[in-house]
T-cell receptor
Framework: DGGITQSPKYLFRKEGQNVTLSCEQN?????MYWYRQDPGQGLRLIYY???????QKGDIAEGYSVSREKKESFPLTVTSAQKNPTAFYLC?????????????FGPGTRLTVL | RKEVEQDPGPFNVPEGATVAFNCTYS??????FFWYRQDCRKEPKLLMS???SGNEDGRFTAQLNRASQYISLLIRDSKLSDSATYLC???????????FGTGTSLTVIP
């Protein structure tokens, strides 16, 4: 089955630690995205990538880093510089072709800083 | 100004009711429009794309008004299972970025 997977589902981190969230897709999509969602709020874009080995900052990139070494994978690292990392993290992908290119989401990772 | 704005609600409606949500977008260059549904503590899932001529999928009807820059979602004969948050999403093909509204909360009451 084609889709997007994220791991882990739940993640606990001590303050000062870096953690990496995994995102893999087998939809052959060029574009991949990372969003953060806080309780009662909308999705905010952290980083996105249109093609392998290229990515751009979104609205709230500070304290985060990404890589795009393979088309299928777009891991997100939450660094110790992110002051308020507790949130629901969602990865998405879409075809970069024109037209009605909707986004597909992974099941998300809930990160809690202890 | 936000790219996409929605009334957050909440909308509390009885079963069988008809409910409508509206969403406005600020950039006239927007090309693609969608409604997503998000259940509590889950990921958003595509409900329907919104076509220029309007489109219907069972009890759900989506409309686009480019002149006024808004899209709407109409749900007829509401079911308990329709309770969720509905997200309005706009895409500008340039840069392939998606802009999300904050969502409208719907609760269908027995």
């Amino acid at each position: 089955d084609g889709g997007i997977t994220q791991s882990p589902k739940y993640l606990f981190r001590k303050e000062g630690q870096n953690v990496t969230l995994s995102c893999e897709q087998n939809l052959n999509h060029d574009a991949m995205y990372w969003y953060r969602q806080d309780p009662g709020q909308g999705l905010r874009l952290i980083y996105y990538s249109q093609i392998v080995n290229d990515f751009q900052k979104g609205d709230i990139a500070e304290g985060y880093s990404v890589s795009r070494e393979k088309k299928e994978s777009f891991p997100l690292t939450v660094t110790s510089a992110q002051k308020n990392p507790t949130a629901f993290y969602l990865c998405a992908s879409s075809s970069a072709a024109g037209g009605l290119n909707e986004q597909f989401f992974g099941p998300g990772t809930r990160l809690t800083v202890l | 100004r936000k790219e996409v704005e929605q009334d957050p609600g909440p909308f509390n409606v009885p079963e069988g009711a008809t409910v409508a949500f509206n969403c406005t977008y600020s950039n006239s260059a927007s090309q693609s429009f969608f409604w997503y549904r998000q259940d509590c503590r889950k990921e958003p899932k595509l409900l329907m794309s919104v076509y220029s001529s309007g489109n219907e999928d069972g009890r759900f009807t989506a409309q686009l008004n480019r002149a006024s820059q808004y899209i709407s979602l109409l749900i007829r004969d509401s079911k308990l299972s329709d309770s969720a948050t509905y997200l309005c999403v706009v895409n500008m093909l340039t840069g392939n970025q998606f802009y999300f509204g904050t969502g409208t909360s719907l609760t269908v009451i027995p």
